[in-house]
């Protein structure tokens, strides 16, 4: 069946300029996690979405970042006026109501921030 | 933000070995999950716990969730090529998802032919 989705699968942009990373969770997950992974590092939490809304956006670095879902299904990471230290990994999950632990992952798009 | 602390960080072992790895909290976790990633793929789950104590295998991986909710082990026997890769395990404070989950920085394991 269909796992979760991300586009693009590379991105390099310069410094200063604004990128948006897609996401399309499991059909049927209602929420959707963000995560950014660095280099040689674990997982960062980013934002949760519970349906279109966003109880949890603590793990947002800066305000450059942001993120909306439409509809209960695709999301889009936003980054704003990028600098080098964005380069990483951006991860997204879903999972089921109720079953939040159980996330399951795209591939991930690696930006490359010039 | 609240880490986990991962060992050991590598491990270079011998086909056919047996694998231990393990993570400490010093807070308390409602969940332990274990993910392994490969090259540029995102983490696939491979065990999810979900009581104190409770011990789960999955095919040749067996994973525990510490008595104290602050720790949890995964071990992997008769090691193939296939299980190269970088582990992760994962904590989750409050049930049905309403954080995000914790990472632990990764093992990454190298088996020698």
């Known amino acids: 069946g269909a796992g979760v989705s991300q586009s693009p699968s590379n991105k390099v942009t310069e410094k200063g300029k604004d990128v948006e990373l897609r996401c399309d969770p499991i059909?049927?997950?209602?929420?959707l996690y963000w995560y950014r992974q660095s280099l040689g590092q674990g997982l960062e939490f980013l934002i949760y979405f519970q349906g279109n809304s966003a109880p949890d956006k603590s793990g947002l670095p800066s305000d450059r970042f942001s993120a909306e879902r439409t509809g209960g299904s695709v999301s889009t990471l936003t980054i704003q006026r990028t600098q080098q230290e964005d380069s990483a990994v951006y991860l997204c999950?879903?999972?089921?109501?109720?079953?939040?632990?159980?996330?399951?992952f795209g591939p991930g798009t690696r930006l490359t921030v010039t | 933000g609240q880490q986990l602390n991962q060992s050991p960080q590598s491990m270079f072992i011998q086909e056919g070995e047996d694998v231990s790895m393990n993570c400490t909290s010093s807070?308390?976790?409602?969940?332990w999950l274990w993910y392994k990633q490969d090259p540029g793929e995102g983490p696939v789950l491979l065990i999810a716990l979900y009581k104190a104590g409770e011990l789960t295998s999955n095919g040749r991986l067996t994973a525990q969730f510490g008595i104290t909710r602050k720790d949890s082990f995964l071990n992997i026997s008769a090691s193939i090529p296939s299980d190269v890769g970088i582990y992760f395990c994962a904590g989750q404070r409050s049930g049905g998802g309403a954080d995000g989950l914790t990472f632990g920085k990764g093992t990454h394991l190298i088996i020698q032919p």
């Open positions: 059909s049927g997950h209602t929420a």
């Open positions: 807070s308390i976790f409602n969940t």
């Open positions: 999950a879903s999972s089921l109501l109720g079953r939040g632990s159980e996330q399951y």
